[in-house]
């Protein structure tokens, strides 16, 4: 499908990713890893406001007038200064299994709590020794269990509207699985575990995802410069293009939920086939989405 992406933020970013819109500012709020950076761009007047972490940012949620997120070491609660720092407090540890590791994809359940998955940063090397982990109020101040493990870069987190269903992936090409679990809502528990969709059967690795008020599942094919769509039933529905080979993951926002924002990744070398690498896009799913939970 020919690209209707509209580029609404060009700065480049060398990993973007966990994009979140709060409805309240008509604002999209999303992270660059490896540069430790928070970022937020106002609908309004397209003003683009930074402030620096600590560690590397990987995954963010809401929290009160805030934000919960998953770094290198654990989940922290952060805050934004007028200086263009972020505050930070660790709420949970992670004893990894390496010691070059981080967190990545990440997103709250429909009752609020926190999940997040690890990785090795070498990702080439592919040690399968990332893990899923979730943060609610039990686990605030302990060191955090796996909830799952044997992941080589684990992604594409997302629930259904219902909050009785868990998809993630596996991005690492090796793998490229999507697999979906029951979800016990009351006690946070994902179970039988099934494959969702093969992504070797359709163009790029899956990366960061997003469910829509229908229900389905939109992955970004890593790689491929697409946006796949799948029914509940793991039915490909449609491909949306960008004009970079690389996006990340994608977020509903806009004034009715009926704009998909979709951040990039901007690779090393030769770029000419693909200038915009690296920025964030906005498309017209012909869906409207979800309000995304916040951490509570």
């Known amino acids: 499908m020919a690209s209707e992406a509209e580029l609404i933020v060009d700065l480049g ?22 540069n430790r950076e928070l970022l937020r761009w106002n609908a309004a007047d397209g003003q683009i406001s930074r402030w620096q972490g600590d560690e590397m940012l990987a995954c963010i949620a809401r929290h009160g007038d805030g934000w919960v997120a998953g770094m290198e070491s654990g ?10 720092r972020l505050d930070s407090h660790l709420l949970a540890t992670i004893d990894h299994q390496l010691p070059a590791m981080r967190m990545n994809d990440g997103r709250c359940d429909r009752e609020g709590r926190f999940w997040a998955g690890s990785m090795a940063l070498d990702m080439a090397a592919g040690h399968p020794v990332g893990a899923l982990y979730r943060l609610d109020s039990k686990s605030i101040d302990a060191p955090l269990v796996p909830q799952l493990d044997g992941f080589i870069v684990p992604n594409g987190l997302a629930f259904s509207p219902d909050g009785r269903t ?25 179970s039988r575990r099934r494959l969702f969709v093969d992504m070797l059967d359709h163009p790029g690795r899956p990366d960061g995802a997003a469910v829509d008020a229908d229900g389905c599942y939109w992955i970004c094919g890593n790689d491929a410069g697409f946006i796949h769509r799948f029914t509940p039933d793991g039915r490909l529905d449609r491909s949306l293009a960008v004009p970079v080979k690389k996006p990340s993951m994608c977020a509903f926002g806009g004034a009715r939920l009926d704009t998909l924002f979709v951040t990039s990744i901007r690779p090393g070398g030769d770029l000419s086939d693909q200038p915009l690498a690296g920025g964030v896009f906005a498309l017209n799913p012909g869906v409207t989405g979800l309000e995304e939970p916040a951490f509570s």
């Open 13 to 34: 970013c060398a990993t973007g990713e966990s994009p979140v819109w709060v409805a309240a500012e008509q604002a999209l709020y999303w992270v660059d890893i490896p």
């Open 75 to 84: 989940f922290f609660s952060l805050q934004t200064r007028p200086d263009g």
């Open 166 to 190: 868990m998809y993630l992936s596996d991005s690492h090409p090796s793998v490229q699985k999507i697999w979906a679990f029951d979800y016990d809502i009351d006690s946070g528990t994902p």
